[in-house]
Protein backbone atom coordinates (compact mmCIF):
# COMPACT_ATOMS: atom_id res chain seq x y z
CA UNK A 1 0.00 0.00 0.00
CA UNK A 2 2.70 2.70 0.60
CA UNK A 3 4.79 1.42 -2.56
CA UNK A 4 1.42 2.29 -4.54
CA UNK A 5 0.25 5.38 -2.49
CA UNK A 6 4.00 6.28 -3.02
CA UNK A 7 3.85 5.96 -7.22
CA UNK A 8 0.36 7.62 -7.37
CA UNK A 9 2.18 10.87 -5.75
CA UNK A 10 5.30 10.70 -8.35
CA UNK A 11 7.50 10.23 -4.90
CA UNK A 12 10.87 8.09 -4.90
CA UNK A 13 11.95 6.62 -1.36
CA UNK A 14 14.59 9.55 -0.89
CA UNK A 15 11.52 12.04 -1.13
CA UNK A 16 9.07 10.28 1.23
CA UNK A 17 11.81 9.99 3.58
CA UNK A 18 12.15 13.63 3.43
CA UNK A 19 8.75 14.14 3.58
CA UNK A 20 8.35 12.18 6.48
CA UNK A 21 11.38 13.79 8.17
CA UNK A 22 9.30 17.20 7.88
CA UNK A 23 6.10 15.12 9.51
CA UNK A 24 8.17 14.56 12.61
CA UNK A 25 9.64 10.78 12.09
CA UNK A 26 13.42 10.40 11.19
CA UNK A 27 13.51 7.56 8.94
CA UNK A 28 16.30 6.29 6.10
CA UNK A 29 15.70 4.81 2.25
CA UNK A 30 16.40 1.66 3.78
CA UNK A 31 13.73 1.53 6.35
CA UNK A 32 11.17 2.59 3.74
CA UNK A 33 12.41 -0.27 1.13
CA UNK A 34 12.22 -2.67 3.67
CA UNK A 35 8.33 -1.37 4.93
CA UNK A 36 7.29 -1.60 1.13
CA UNK A 37 8.61 -4.88 0.74
CA UNK A 38 6.59 -5.98 3.67
CA UNK A 39 9.65 -7.45 5.68
CA UNK A 40 9.64 -4.18 8.17
CA UNK A 41 6.81 -4.00 10.46
CA UNK A 42 5.08 -0.03 11.33
CA UNK A 43 3.74 1.00 14.48
CA UNK A 44 0.53 3.19 15.07
CA UNK A 45 2.66 5.54 15.37
CA UNK A 46 4.59 5.62 12.64
CA UNK A 47 1.53 5.25 10.46
CA UNK A 48 0.46 8.56 11.58
CA UNK A 49 3.63 10.36 9.95
CA UNK A 50 3.31 8.16 6.90
CA UNK A 51 -0.66 9.49 6.04
CA UNK A 52 1.23 12.52 6.87
CA UNK A 53 3.52 12.44 4.66
CA UNK A 54 1.65 10.58 1.65
CA UNK A 55 -1.13 13.16 2.38
CA UNK A 56 -3.61 10.37 2.57
CA UNK A 57 -6.01 9.46 5.39
CA UNK A 58 -4.95 6.94 7.85
CA UNK A 59 -7.64 4.45 6.75
CA UNK A 60 -5.68 4.27 3.57
CA UNK A 61 -2.74 2.89 6.01
CA UNK A 62 -4.35 1.06 7.98
CA UNK A 63 -4.84 -2.16 5.93
CA UNK A 64 -0.87 -2.01 6.85
CA UNK A 65 -1.83 -5.35 9.05
CA UNK A 66 0.62 -8.18 10.61
CA UNK A 67 3.17 -9.30 9.30
CA UNK A 68 3.53 -5.74 8.13
CA UNK A 69 1.74 -3.52 11.46
CA UNK A 70 3.71 -4.14 14.27
CA UNK A 71 1.17 -4.93 17.28
CA UNK A 72 3.17 -2.64 19.74
CA UNK A 73 1.82 0.24 20.78
CA UNK A 74 3.34 3.70 21.17
CA UNK A 75 3.66 5.03 24.32
CA UNK A 76 1.35 7.87 24.63
CA UNK A 77 -0.12 8.98 27.96
CA UNK A 78 -3.16 7.12 28.67
CA UNK A 79 -6.06 9.76 26.99
CA UNK A 80 -3.87 9.87 23.88
CA UNK A 81 -3.11 6.01 23.25
CA UNK A 82 -7.30 5.65 23.63
CA UNK A 83 -7.95 8.75 20.71
CA UNK A 84 -5.36 6.78 18.33
CA UNK A 85 -7.21 3.44 19.08
CA UNK A 86 -10.32 4.77 18.34
CA UNK A 87 -9.14 6.69 15.39
CA UNK A 88 -7.10 3.77 13.67
CA UNK A 89 -9.99 1.22 14.49
CA UNK A 90 -12.38 3.92 12.72
CA UNK A 91 -10.14 4.73 9.85
CA UNK A 92 -10.23 0.97 9.45
CA UNK A 93 -13.85 0.44 9.38
CA UNK A 94 -13.89 3.19 6.65
CA UNK A 95 -11.31 1.12 4.44
CA UNK A 96 -13.61 -1.63 5.14
CA UNK A 97 -16.54 0.15 3.84
CA UNK A 98 -15.23 2.30 0.37
CA UNK A 99 -12.29 0.27 -0.25
CA UNK A 100 -9.10 2.67 -1.80
CA UNK A 101 -8.91 6.39 -1.43
CA UNK A 102 -7.04 8.99 -3.50
CA UNK A 103 -7.05 12.22 -2.88
CA UNK A 104 -5.72 14.67 -5.63
CA UNK A 105 -3.22 17.45 -4.55
CA UNK A 106 -2.12 19.93 -6.32
CA UNK A 107 0.10 21.31 -3.93
CA UNK A 108 3.59 19.97 -5.03
CA UNK A 109 2.93 21.06 -8.92
CA UNK A 110 4.60 23.99 -9.74
CA UNK A 111 2.76 27.29 -10.80
CA UNK A 112 1.43 27.15 -14.35
CA UNK A 113 2.57 23.70 -15.13
CA UNK A 114 0.95 20.33 -16.05
CA UNK A 115 0.73 18.09 -12.97
CA UNK A 116 2.84 14.87 -12.87
CA UNK A 117 0.19 11.54 -13.50
CA UNK A 118 -1.98 13.34 -15.67
CA UNK A 119 -2.65 14.17 -19.76
CA UNK A 120 -4.49 16.39 -21.55
CA UNK A 121 -6.85 14.51 -23.95
CA UNK A 122 -8.55 16.31 -26.49
CA UNK A 123 -12.38 14.83 -27.64
CA UNK A 124 -14.11 16.67 -30.70
CA UNK A 125 -12.13 19.39 -32.66
CA UNK A 126 -10.52 22.67 -31.92
CA UNK A 127 -6.79 23.22 -29.87
CA UNK A 128 -6.23 20.27 -26.70
CA UNK A 129 -6.55 22.39 -23.46
CA UNK A 130 -4.45 24.57 -21.85
CA UNK A 131 -4.62 22.90 -18.30
CA UNK A 132 -1.58 24.21 -15.59
CA UNK A 133 -2.42 24.96 -12.01
CA UNK A 134 -2.76 28.06 -10.35
CA UNK A 135 -3.58 29.63 -6.66
CA UNK A 136 -7.23 30.65 -6.03
CA UNK A 137 -9.50 31.00 -2.88
CA UNK A 138 -11.49 28.45 -1.84
CA UNK A 139 -13.89 27.82 1.22
CA UNK A 140 -12.61 26.47 3.99
CA UNK A 141 -13.28 22.72 4.46
CA UNK A 142 -14.36 23.76 7.99
CA UNK A 143 -16.14 26.60 9.58
CA UNK A 144 -13.78 28.85 11.71
CA UNK A 145 -14.61 28.36 15.30
CA UNK A 146 -14.85 31.78 15.75
CA UNK A 147 -15.76 34.75 13.56
CA UNK A 148 -12.54 35.94 13.24
CA UNK A 149 -11.00 32.64 11.25
CA UNK A 150 -11.17 33.16 7.70
CA UNK A 151 -13.97 31.31 5.58
CA UNK A 152 -11.78 30.83 3.16
CA UNK A 153 -8.46 29.61 1.95
CA UNK A 154 -5.52 30.14 -0.78
CA UNK A 155 -4.87 26.83 -2.45
CA UNK A 156 -3.62 25.19 -6.02
CA UNK A 157 -6.20 24.31 -8.14
CA UNK A 158 -6.06 23.14 -11.87
CA UNK A 159 -7.70 25.18 -14.53
CA UNK A 160 -8.31 24.91 -18.19
CA UNK A 161 -7.08 28.43 -19.27
CA UNK A 162 -7.29 27.93 -23.43
CA UNK A 163 -9.34 30.29 -25.26
CA UNK A 164 -10.97 28.45 -28.17
CA UNK A 165 -14.48 28.79 -29.38
CA UNK A 166 -14.81 26.17 -31.59
CA UNK A 167 -18.44 24.48 -30.67
CA UNK A 168 -17.19 20.82 -30.49
CA UNK A 169 -14.42 21.50 -28.52
CA UNK A 170 -14.18 19.21 -25.46
CA UNK A 171 -10.33 19.51 -23.51
CA UNK A 172 -9.84 16.87 -20.69
CA UNK A 173 -7.41 16.00 -18.34
CA UNK A 174 -7.43 12.63 -17.33
CA UNK A 175 -5.69 10.66 -14.28
CA UNK A 176 -3.39 8.09 -15.92
CA UNK A 177 -2.55 6.30 -12.93
CA UNK A 178 -5.28 4.22 -12.21
CA UNK A 179 -8.51 2.62 -14.12
CA UNK A 180 -11.48 2.62 -11.91
CA UNK A 181 -14.71 0.61 -11.69
CA UNK A 182 -16.74 1.15 -9.01
CA UNK A 183 -16.07 4.73 -7.89
CA UNK A 184 -17.55 7.58 -5.85
CA UNK A 185 -16.18 10.77 -6.65
CA UNK A 186 -16.31 14.35 -5.41
CA UNK A 187 -14.94 17.40 -6.47
CA UNK A 188 -15.11 21.26 -5.91
CA UNK A 189 -15.52 23.24 -9.37
CA UNK A 190 -16.13 27.23 -10.60
CA UNK A 191 -16.75 28.86 -13.77
CA UNK A 192 -14.51 31.72 -14.39
CA UNK A 193 -15.03 32.87 -17.92
CA UNK A 194 -16.41 32.15 -21.49
CA UNK A 195 -18.02 33.67 -24.16
CA UNK A 196 -19.89 30.51 -25.86
CA UNK A 197 -19.48 27.92 -22.94
CA UNK A 198 -19.44 28.46 -19.20
CA UNK A 199 -19.43 24.60 -18.32
CA UNK A 200 -17.23 21.92 -16.17
CA UNK A 201 -17.93 18.31 -15.55
CA UNK A 202 -16.32 15.16 -14.75
CA UNK A 203 -15.53 12.28 -17.78
CA UNK A 204 -15.67 9.07 -16.10
CA UNK A 205 -15.09 5.45 -17.53
CA UNK A 206 -12.78 6.87 -20.51
CA UNK A 207 -11.51 4.58 -22.67
CA UNK A 208 -10.85 6.87 -25.22
CA UNK A 209 -11.34 10.56 -26.73
CA UNK A 210 -14.62 8.64 -28.31
CA UNK A 211 -15.95 7.07 -25.51
CA UNK A 212 -16.63 7.97 -21.79
CA UNK A 213 -19.68 9.47 -19.82
CA UNK A 214 -19.64 12.69 -18.51
CA UNK A 215 -21.57 14.52 -16.35
CA UNK A 216 -21.20 18.37 -16.43
CA UNK A 217 -23.41 21.78 -15.49
CA UNK A 218 -23.42 24.68 -17.55
CA UNK A 219 -23.46 28.29 -16.54
CA UNK A 220 -25.04 29.98 -19.22
CA UNK A 221 -27.67 27.11 -19.73
CA UNK A 222 -28.49 26.81 -15.98
CA UNK A 223 -28.46 22.93 -16.00
CA UNK A 224 -26.92 19.93 -15.17
CA UNK A 225 -26.41 16.83 -17.59
CA UNK A 226 -25.45 13.64 -18.42
CA UNK A 227 -24.28 11.93 -21.36
CA UNK A 228 -22.54 9.32 -22.94
CA UNK A 229 -20.27 9.57 -26.01
CA UNK A 230 -19.94 6.05 -27.51
CA UNK A 231 -17.46 6.28 -31.08
CA UNK A 232 -17.83 9.70 -31.26
CA UNK A 233 -21.14 9.52 -31.12
CA UNK A 234 -22.93 11.74 -28.23
CA UNK A 235 -25.97 10.49 -26.79
CA UNK A 236 -29.40 12.57 -25.94
CA UNK A 237 -28.19 14.96 -22.84
CA UNK A 238 -30.37 13.94 -19.69
CA UNK A 239 -30.79 16.53 -16.52
CA UNK A 240 -32.78 19.74 -15.46
CA UNK A 241 -32.47 23.49 -15.40
CA UNK A 242 -30.39 24.28 -12.02
CA UNK A 243 -28.75 27.72 -11.41
CA UNK A 244 -25.11 27.73 -11.97
CA UNK A 245 -23.57 30.37 -10.75
CA UNK A 246 -19.96 32.14 -12.37
CA UNK A 247 -17.33 32.55 -10.19
CA UNK A 248 -19.29 30.25 -7.28
CA UNK A 249 -17.59 27.41 -6.27
CA UNK A 250 -19.95 24.26 -6.49
CA UNK A 251 -19.71 21.23 -5.78
CA UNK A 252 -20.38 17.65 -7.82
CA UNK A 253 -20.49 14.25 -6.47
CA UNK A 254 -20.44 11.26 -8.83
CA UNK A 255 -20.82 7.26 -7.65
CA UNK A 256 -20.69 4.26 -10.32
CA UNK A 257 -21.86 0.81 -8.93
CA UNK A 258 -22.06 -1.53 -12.05
CA UNK A 259 -24.02 -0.34 -13.95
CA UNK A 260 -25.93 2.50 -11.76
CA UNK A 261 -24.81 6.23 -12.22
CA UNK A 262 -25.78 8.43 -9.32
CA UNK A 263 -25.15 12.36 -9.19
CA UNK A 264 -25.23 15.38 -6.74
CA UNK A 265 -24.92 18.64 -7.48
CA UNK A 266 -24.33 20.98 -4.55
CA UNK A 267 -25.73 18.12 -2.38
CA UNK A 268 -28.79 17.41 -3.89
CA UNK A 269 -29.77 14.68 -6.79
CA UNK A 270 -30.31 16.94 -9.78
CA UNK A 271 -31.92 13.85 -11.81
CA UNK A 272 -32.60 10.04 -10.45
CA UNK A 273 -30.15 7.49 -10.47
CA UNK A 274 -29.17 5.92 -14.14
CA UNK A 275 -28.47 3.05 -15.32
CA UNK A 276 -26.31 2.04 -18.75
CA UNK A 277 -23.78 -0.74 -19.86
CA UNK A 278 -22.06 0.78 -22.20
CA UNK A 279 -18.68 1.21 -19.82
CA UNK A 280 -17.62 -0.88 -16.72
CA UNK A 281 -14.61 0.59 -16.03
CA UNK A 282 -11.81 3.48 -17.40
CA UNK A 283 -9.93 6.72 -16.43
CA UNK A 284 -11.34 9.86 -15.22
CA UNK A 285 -10.77 12.87 -15.84
CA UNK A 286 -11.51 16.94 -15.49
CA UNK A 287 -14.09 18.15 -18.47
CA UNK A 288 -14.67 21.11 -20.08
CA UNK A 289 -16.55 22.71 -23.48
CA UNK A 290 -15.35 25.02 -25.92
CA UNK A 291 -13.83 28.55 -24.59
CA UNK A 292 -15.05 27.64 -20.96
CA UNK A 293 -12.39 29.20 -18.23
CA UNK A 294 -12.94 26.79 -15.27
CA UNK A 295 -11.08 26.02 -12.49
CA UNK A 296 -11.33 22.26 -10.47
CA UNK A 297 -9.81 21.50 -6.93
CA UNK A 298 -10.56 19.42 -3.64
CA UNK A 299 -10.96 16.04 -5.63
CA UNK A 300 -11.56 12.41 -3.55
CA UNK A 301 -12.05 9.46 -5.44
CA UNK A 302 -13.11 6.25 -3.40
CA UNK A 303 -12.94 3.22 -5.14
CA UNK A 304 -12.89 -0.34 -5.34
CA UNK A 305 -8.99 -1.34 -6.25
CA UNK A 306 -9.04 -3.61 -9.63
CA UNK A 307 -7.10 -6.55 -9.22
CA UNK A 308 -3.84 -6.00 -12.03
CA UNK A 309 -3.69 -8.85 -14.55
CA UNK A 310 -0.17 -9.78 -13.44
CA UNK A 311 -2.36 -10.90 -10.37
CA UNK A 312 -4.63 -12.86 -12.05
CA UNK A 313 -2.15 -14.15 -13.88
CA UNK A 314 -0.51 -15.49 -10.91
CA UNK A 315 -3.73 -16.41 -8.82
CA UNK A 316 -5.00 -18.81 -11.81
CA UNK A 317 -1.75 -20.47 -12.47
CA UNK A 318 -1.90 -21.25 -8.49
CA UNK A 319 -5.46 -22.52 -8.50
CA UNK A 320 -4.68 -24.55 -11.81
CA UNK A 321 -1.21 -26.11 -10.72
CA UNK A 322 -1.52 -26.06 -6.64
CA UNK A 323 1.60 -28.55 -6.87
CA UNK A 324 3.77 -24.75 -7.50
CA UNK A 325 5.53 -24.52 -4.75
CA UNK A 326 6.17 -20.98 -5.22
CA UNK A 327 5.61 -18.34 -8.77
CA UNK A 328 6.77 -14.74 -8.77
CA UNK A 329 6.24 -12.23 -12.23
CA UNK A 330 8.96 -9.99 -12.03
CA UNK A 331 8.51 -6.54 -13.86
CA UNK A 332 11.05 -3.84 -14.13
CA UNK A 333 10.49 -0.96 -11.52
CA UNK A 334 12.33 2.14 -10.68
CA UNK A 335 16.04 2.40 -12.45
CA UNK A 336 15.00 -0.97 -14.69
CA UNK A 337 15.71 -3.06 -11.59
CA UNK A 338 13.47 -6.43 -11.66
CA UNK A 339 10.77 -6.46 -9.18
CA UNK A 340 8.13 -8.78 -8.00
CA UNK A 341 4.22 -7.47 -8.88
CA UNK A 342 2.84 -10.60 -8.17
CA UNK A 343 3.45 -13.68 -6.20
CA UNK A 344 1.99 -17.05 -5.05
CA UNK A 345 3.33 -15.17 -1.35
CA UNK A 346 1.88 -12.25 -0.75
CA UNK A 347 4.88 -11.14 1.12
CA UNK A 348 7.14 -10.94 -1.31
CA UNK A 349 5.15 -8.54 -3.32
CA UNK A 350 7.95 -5.52 -4.47
CA UNK A 351 10.69 -7.58 -3.50
CA UNK A 352 13.96 -6.69 -5.97
CA UNK A 353 14.63 -9.23 -8.44
CA UNK A 354 18.47 -11.25 -8.78
CA UNK A 355 20.68 -11.41 -11.56
CA UNK A 356 18.76 -14.14 -13.26
CA UNK A 357 15.85 -11.69 -13.56
CA UNK A 358 17.65 -8.82 -14.69
CA UNK A 359 19.31 -11.00 -17.79
CA UNK A 360 16.07 -12.51 -18.33
CA UNK A 361 14.17 -9.19 -18.69
CA UNK A 362 16.82 -8.16 -20.43
CA UNK A 363 17.74 -10.78 -23.10
CA UNK A 364 15.11 -13.51 -22.47
CA UNK A 365 17.74 -16.00 -21.68
CA UNK A 366 16.31 -18.42 -19.73
CA UNK A 367 17.75 -19.62 -16.47
CA UNK A 368 17.69 -22.60 -14.70
CA UNK A 369 18.99 -24.10 -11.03
CA UNK A 370 18.22 -26.96 -8.65
CA UNK A 371 18.41 -26.55 -4.64
CA UNK A 372 17.57 -29.67 -1.94
CA UNK A 373 14.32 -31.02 -3.20
CA UNK A 374 13.51 -28.30 -5.63
CA UNK A 375 14.09 -26.83 -8.32
CA UNK A 376 13.48 -23.58 -10.38
CA UNK A 377 13.54 -22.05 -13.45
CA UNK A 378 13.09 -18.24 -14.90
CA UNK A 379 11.59 -17.87 -18.61
CA UNK A 380 10.59 -14.64 -20.02
CA UNK A 381 6.88 -13.50 -20.49
CA UNK A 382 6.90 -11.60 -24.40
CA UNK A 383 4.95 -8.93 -25.68
CA UNK A 384 3.16 -8.74 -29.26
CA UNK A 385 7.06 -7.79 -31.12
CA UNK A 386 8.34 -11.04 -29.31
CA UNK A 387 10.64 -8.77 -26.42
CA UNK A 388 10.57 -9.98 -22.93
CA UNK A 389 8.19 -7.93 -20.78
CA UNK A 390 8.83 -10.16 -17.63
CA UNK A 391 10.06 -12.22 -15.98
CA UNK A 392 8.48 -15.05 -14.45
CA UNK A 393 10.01 -17.74 -11.95
CA UNK A 394 8.33 -21.24 -11.03
CA UNK A 395 9.93 -23.18 -7.90
CA UNK A 396 9.07 -26.78 -8.27
CA UNK A 397 9.54 -29.76 -6.42
CA UNK A 398 12.08 -31.67 -7.81
CA UNK A 399 12.94 -35.35 -9.11
CA UNK A 400 15.80 -37.44 -9.22
CA UNK A 401 18.02 -36.97 -12.36
CA UNK A 402 15.60 -33.84 -13.23
CA UNK A 403 17.19 -32.04 -15.72
CA UNK A 404 16.97 -28.62 -17.50
CA UNK A 405 14.57 -30.01 -20.45
CA UNK A 406 12.78 -31.68 -18.13
CA UNK A 407 11.78 -28.76 -15.89
CA UNK A 408 11.21 -26.67 -18.58
CA UNK A 409 8.21 -29.11 -20.11
CA UNK A 410 6.59 -28.88 -16.91
CA UNK A 411 6.63 -25.61 -16.89
CA UNK A 412 5.69 -24.89 -20.40
CA UNK A 413 1.92 -25.38 -20.42
CA UNK A 414 1.34 -22.94 -17.88
CA UNK A 415 3.71 -20.02 -19.15
CA UNK A 416 1.62 -20.76 -22.49
CA UNK A 417 -1.33 -19.76 -21.09
CA UNK A 418 -0.22 -16.70 -18.95
CA UNK A 419 0.99 -15.85 -22.76
CA UNK A 420 -2.13 -15.96 -24.25
CA UNK A 421 -4.04 -13.17 -22.00
CA UNK A 422 -1.39 -10.58 -22.60
CA UNK A 423 0.61 -9.16 -25.38
CA UNK A 424 1.52 -5.80 -23.40
CA UNK A 425 3.33 -4.60 -20.32
CA UNK A 426 0.85 -2.08 -19.99
CA UNK A 427 -1.71 -4.99 -19.80
CA UNK A 428 -0.08 -6.48 -16.93
CA UNK A 429 0.03 -3.18 -14.47
Known amino acids: MVRKLRYQRDLTQAMLTARCSQAGWDVSENTIAKIEAQIRCVT ?10 LRNSRAGLVSLTPPIACRTQMVLPSSDCMFFRVLLLLSAIAFAATGAELVIDFTDTPPDKL ?4 SSLLSGRGKPGEWKVLQDELPADLAPLSGKGSATTRRAVIAQTGFDTTDERFPILLYDKETFGD ?32 IRASGLGNNVRFYKVVAGQRSVPIGPEVPVAKNTWHELKIQCEGNKIRCW ?5 PFPELQDNSFASGRIGFWTKSDSISYFASTRISYT ?34 VVAASKDATEMGMPGGESE ?16 TVSIVLPLRNRNGDPMAAVRFNLKSFPGEIQQATLTRVQPILKKMQAKTQ ?5 R
Open 424 to 428: TVDEL
Open 115 to 118: PNGF
Open 358 to 373: KAVLANGEAFYGKDKG
Open 305 to 338: PRESLVEVLVRDAVKDNPRLLGLRIYLAGENGTP
Open 44 to 53: DREVVFLAKA
Open 265 to 269: FNGNP
Open 183 to 214: FTLTTRFKLVDGTMEQMAGIAFRVRDADNFYV
